[in-house]
């Protein structure tokens, strides 16, 4: 724009004269570089300054005017006011003021930039200015109010994310004119058979010479096994879960000082209820004991020095019977009353029912153990009364954890008919029974009775006759027939059936056992004590 003349005047006219020209073309630099922005939007608080400006001007004019207005009638008014000349102020966009060509120059090229780059301005990772704060519209001179609101713009800027370059999608980068690299294949399926495509050898079904189908079939399978397998481990986790608590339950309710595992020879074995050992050993959890004079011990270092000077290698008491390797021995409780008293204790960790632990002076042990190059080991025991009212003949029988399960449960009860056999009595076992007692005698009848139909030759049969035969008693006796569904009830007369089938079965498995976990009455050596 041409600069207009005027006529000299006063000095201070003159100074005048020269700053308001100097404040018109800053002005008009303004409003050009105002115009290249004009896709751009402002900030809340320079909109806030337009109204503001809008209100009080009957003339809409722009915010960047207002500004620049604003300044010259400060810088006319203190000219005006303090009559020296003042040097004007210098602004970021202002020029060289030696020519006015060179000003108009580069006013053109601000507006020829403009009419080119019609597209907002870009931020430096190429994207386009997305909120109010990309754009700073403030100056040198710019008053507090515009200075707080570029702060709060600044500080809504750092959660808008917009700015940020866009993640490429799936589509954009995924080419789906690849092929399977294998001749002949069309790239369907896939080897794991979850994928509908493929691309690769690897993945290929017809490399690995199996069709589409196939690997579908191979992948249900798949996972119908681990399926499977997934929920037989939550069973068993269940299963183990249920157990653990039944055994806390009916362990840790009696006391919290109690013993969870012991070491037993080369064993070490888990307890399944409490036993009263001493508070000393029971707050400790573990005790070692030694499997011959069954003493217990606190720690390992104590076992070993105890093994190293302990001349027992078998139970105290008797050899009544011995059969290959197996022996069976009479302990008095009262000529042996601590081994006696450890043995119950011993049993109580395994025994629920078992109220017997120091009163042992009336009872007989028959200890049963397994004989080896180190000595006699303790497989498992049964006691009875000296002098039994009831024709007891077992109050108490153990099989220990790790003999469980091979027949020796068996030997006992039967040696234990044996010797009621000696003594010309009918015995039963004292009740109640454990769980795994009770079982193991429903067993044991089960094969007496067998073995007695199957040798009878008879046409009448008397349980009577049976029970002086196997010396049990006839209440067993019948139970035992009523839960083999042998007994029956016809014309007021209670007949036994021989079923066949039965005894069919109890042959096979006796064939298959073997006669190696069986007693033998002759190999028994002993007199009934005097008195019973």
Known sequence: MPRRKRNAGSSSEGTEDSDFSADHEHTDRIETYGRTRRNTRLTRASLRLSQSSQDSSPVQISPAEVVTFSARRVTRSRSLQQGPPVTPKKYPLRQSRSSGSDTEQHVEDLKRAADQDESPPRTPTGNALSSESDIDVSSPNASPDESLAKELSLKDSGSDLSHRPKRRRFHESYNFNMKCPTPGCNSLGHLTGKHERHFSISGCPLFHNLSVDECKTRASS????????????????????????????????????????????????????????????????????????????????????????CVW?????????????????????????????????????????????????????????????????????????????????VSCILTMPQYMRQGYGKMLIDFSYLLSKVEEKVGSPERPLSDLGLISYRSYWKEVLLR????????????????????????????????????????????VLKRQDLIDDWKAKETKRGSSKTIEPTALKWTPPKGT
């Open 452 to 495: 007695y139909l199957n040798q009878f030759q008879g046409k009448e049969i008397s349980i009577k006759e049976i029970s002086q035969e196997t010396a049990v008693n006839p209440v067993d006796i019948v139970s035992t027939l009523q839960s083999l569904q042998m007994l029956k009830y016809w014309k007021g007369k209670h007949l």
């Open 313 to 393: 290698k078998h139970p105290p008491g008797d050899e009544i019977y011995r059969k290959g390797n197996i022996s069976v021995f009479e302990v008095d409780g009262k000529k042996n009353k601590i081994y006696c008293q450890n043995l119950c204790l011993l049993a109580k960790l395994f025994l629920d029912h078992k109220t017997l632990y120091y009163d042992v002076e009336p009872f007989l042990f028959y200890v049963m153990t397994e004989a080896d190059n180190t000595g006699c080991h303790l497989v498992g025991y049964f006691s009875k009364e000296k002098n039994s009212f009831l024709n007891y003949n």
């Open 222 to 309: 798949r996972d119908k096994q681990v399926e499977e397998r997934t929920l037989s481990h939550r069973q068993d986790e269940n299963r183990h879960a249920t157990r653990h608590q039944e055994k806390l339950q009916g362990q840790v309710a009696e006391g919290s000082n109690m013993i969870k595992t012991i070491v037993f020879g080369r064993y070490e074995l888990d307890t399944w209820y409490h036993s009263p050992y001493p508070e000393e050993y029971a707050r400790l959890g573990r005790l070692y004991m030694c499997e011959f004079c069954l003493k217990y011990m606190k720690s390992l270092t104590i076992l070993r020095r105890h093994m190293a000077k």
